[in-house]
T-cell receptor, first 112, second 113 residues
């Protein structure tokens, strides 16, 4: 079945260093990939989405490129900020069935 | 307004008692979802409504019920809560014109004692 695997657990970074959160997926159908960010006590919010192979998508300083050949959609940012501390989910949408599959989430903490 | 609202934000329930959680959206989205989120686990899709059609996951359909009296509201109903139901319940909505982007509510934290 469809599934998403992402960098698990806790990631702690020093402010100014690059961010890289991994996401790989398995699906047999057409694919939309998403990154959601959830700050403390807030609802998850869409950060990035893509369905186009090898196209870089960017928003709020973050970027990701969907690579269907390697089934990956890694989240990157060149320089971490304190406000980036949050929980990040990678998710896969199965277009045919309107199902969403989430990874377990990665908790990013940026320290001064 | 792209807000999805959930009520209550926190719910305390006794084992064996019913629980009803409410979600609303005013974006005229045709699909509304309910997820269960437990610590260190991925959000798990429980069910979703596409318009008036209810789709429930095979491994949880006996545990959760839902109703959607109109386009804006959707409820999640637990007939008899067990300790294993303690979790965060997230509601989300999406429209076919939004490329399957889901808008999430802040969640309801259910604690069953």
């Amino acid at each position: 079945g469809d599934s998403v695997t992402q960098t698990e657990g806790l990631v702690t970074l020093t402010e100014g260093l690059p961010v890289m959160l991994n996401c790989t997926y398995q699906t047999a159908y057409s694919t939309f990939l998403f990154w959601y960010v959830q700050h403390l006590n807030e609802a998850p919010k869409l950060l990035l989405k893509s369905s186009t192979d090898n196209k870089r998508t960017e928003h709020q300083g973050f970027h990701a490129t969907l690579h269907k050949s390697s089934s990956s959609f890694h989240l990157q940012k060149s320089s971490a900020q304190l406000s980036d501390s949050a929980l990040y989910y990678c998710a896969l949408s199965d277009e045919g069935y309107q199902n969403f599959y989430f990874g377990k989430g990665t908790s990013l903490t940026v320290i001064p | 307004d792209t807000t999805v609202k959930q009520n209550p934000r926190y719910k305390l329930a006794r084992v064996g008692k019913p629980v009803n959680l409410i979600c609303s959206q005013t974006m005229n989205h045709d699909t509304m979802y309910w997820y269960q989120k437990k610590p260190n686990q991925a959000p798990k899709l429980l069910l979703f409504y596409y318009d008036k059609i209810l789709n429930r996951e095979a491994d949880t359909f006996e545990k959760f019920q839902s109703s959607r009296p109109n386009n804006s509201f959707c409820s999640l109903y637990i007939g008899s809560a067990g300790l294993e139901y303690s979790a965060m319940y997230l509601c989300a909505s999406s429209g076919t014109a939004s490329s399957y982007e889901q808008y999430f509510g802040p969640g309801t934290r259910l604690t069953v004692l």
